[in-house]
Nanobody
């Protein structure tokens, strides 16, 4: 089965940091752009950041600029989301997904092979 396995979520206080991992299962990442997305309760899934096969980054969500970064390690078949200065409004289930070669608009409708997600809760 071709999908991602997300991990690294948890409960963190406001201002804290987390690093999420997105490991590919059943395929290799090197031909795919990988996007991170999140979905809060009662809200639509939104794109956050995307990284192309060549390492170019598309910032999809203005709300995370300067706080979140995306990186990839093709040798480990894994993409990471470093989240700093977390806020309660960052609370959501975080997902990763793939798109052939480039990020496009970064919208979730253009991506596939979704994992089960990892819960991030920011609360004091």
């Amino acid at each position: 089965q071709l999908q991602f396995v997300e991990s690294g979520g948890g409960l963190v206080q406001p201002g804290g940091s987390l690093r999420l991992s997105c490991a590919a299962s059943g395929f290799t990442l090197d031909r795919y752009a990988i996007g991170w997305f999140r979905q809060a309760p009662g809200k639509e899934r939104e794109g956050i950041l995307c990284i192309t096969t060549g390492g170019s980054i598309t910032e999809v969500a203005d709300s995370v600029k300067g706080r979140f970064t995306i990186s990839r390690d093709n040798a480990k078949n894994t993409v990471y989301l470093q989240m700093n200065s977390l806020k309660p409004e960052d609370t959501a289930v975080y997902y990763c997904a793939r798109r052939w070669l480039v990020c496009g608009s970064g919208r979730n409708t253009e991506f596939g092979s979704w994992g089960q997600g990892t819960q991030v809760t920011v609360s004091s």
